[in-house]
């Protein structure tokens, strides 16, 4: 079978290297890759903004499959285009992918369904935020309804500062793009869990929990990112609790959507706040998380393009997932700077003795290849991935191959995993 799979970054390269080891697969074409990809398969460029693009691509490359990696094309409808020519593609429609598209519709889809979320207020104008602000107790959670990159998200620790980061986000001095919408939201305390399932429009499976590390500071301080490491265990969650967000929030939210007509296909992602009253749903994605991806696919034992198929045939249910024991994770290098400003264009080393360490895989993101050197070209330059049979031993593979590797200004936090190694679980059986 071949293969197109749409996208630039860490998730897509491990998305490639999973279905490269499938028997099954008879080529594989990115659009548009990056460096790493670049080397191991064929990459074609194309704008993930430009959906007739993408479609003439498609067209001319005939893939069996395609896969789309990144938001972006998810919400200017992608998959609803290709299917229309009756190619076979894996992902949500552009009305199912509003659950990561719109904040807005997302907390009307949980409160319609009575799924448990943060309170919220949607507001389109300073009036209405300043309302909706007198009726939560700072620190108070302000959001851009958009795709943002992780960056829309804005903590306030008054009322004040709140309606001044709303006045920000709809005058666009915060994102350099104004927000029609915002949503007010209760902050809540607890440990975050990236909850990731597939879903063929009916049957819901999870994948292995993860945990990312959304701000680029150790300690869990500075800016968010769109994610720094993430680590994946058995004991993360627990049986029960596993089971409890199964039922309670992938479950109904796949079947809300079908209810309301647009069954979501593709993968879920809920990500959650574990708190002192259960699991809350402080966003979906309606993608493979970045760098969950990573550290999910590396403890997949089953074939993954099976697996995709099945979602795309409505087969899900007949296809079970097995998993490695044990632990791995994923730890970010990024360009000095970001998530501000960085230099791009820099010279990377020491790929190939990272790559030696046993039970590693660098997957790359924002590089390039260039007259066969590897260079830097993104804010997050690349994930070392790694798998153990615990996660001390996963990091210190991650972290002895990572020290092999060398750009100018190369960043990434040594505490990935930290809170896991401190208290060893988050999730406590919900009654
Ligand atoms: P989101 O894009 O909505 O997931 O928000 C990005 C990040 O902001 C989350 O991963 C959390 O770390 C933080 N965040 C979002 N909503 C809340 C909330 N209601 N309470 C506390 N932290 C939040
Ligand atoms: N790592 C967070 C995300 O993929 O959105």
Known sequence: ?????????????????????????T?????????????????????????????RLAESERPELTVVGPELPLSLGIVDALRER??????????????????????????RHHIPTPNYAVCSNAAEVEKAI??????IVVKADGLFAGKGVIICASRQTAAEAAQGLFSGALLGETAQQIVIEEFLEGDE?????????????PLVPAQDHKRIGEGDTGPNTGGMGVYSTDTLLDPAMSEWILRHIAEPTIAGMAEEGSPFTGVLYCGLMM??????????????????TQAILVRLESDLLDILDACV????????????????????????????SYKSGLPITGLAAAARVPGVEVFHAGTALKDGQMLTAGGRVLGVTAAADSLAEALARAYQAMAEIHFEGMYYRRDIGHRALHQKQTGKSAG
């Not at 429609?93 to 997302?106: H, N, P």
């Not at 869990?193 to 499976?205: A, I, M, N, Q, W």
């Not at 708190?275 to 969950?292: I, K, S, W, Y």
């Open 1 to 25: 079978m071949k293969v197109l799979i749409l996208g630039s970054g860490g998730r897509e390269d491990a998305l490639a290297w999973a279905i490269a080891r499938s028997p099954r697969v």
């Open 27 to 55: 080529g594989i074409v990115c659009a548009p890759g990056n460096g790493g990809m670049a080397e191991k398969f064929r990459c074609v460029p194309v704008d993930l903004n430009d959906v007739s693009a993408m479609v």
């Open 86 to 111: 009756g190619l076979r593609v894996f992902g949500p429609t552009r009305a199912a992918a509003m659950l990561e598209s719109s904040k807005g519709f997302a907390k009307q889809f949980l409160e």
């Open 134 to 139: 007198d009726v939560f107790h700072p620190p």
């Open 193 to 205: 869990v990236s909850f990731l399932c597939l879903s063929d429009g009916k049957h819901v499976t």
């Open 275 to 292: 708190t002192a009253r259960g699991p809350q749903v402080l966003e979906f994605n309606a993608r493979f998380g970045d760098p969950e």
């Open 313 to 340: 045939d409505g087969r899900l249910a007949e296809t079970p997932l097995n998993w490695s024991p044990g632990a791995s994770v994923c730890v970010v290098a990024s360009s000095g700077g970001y998530p501000g």
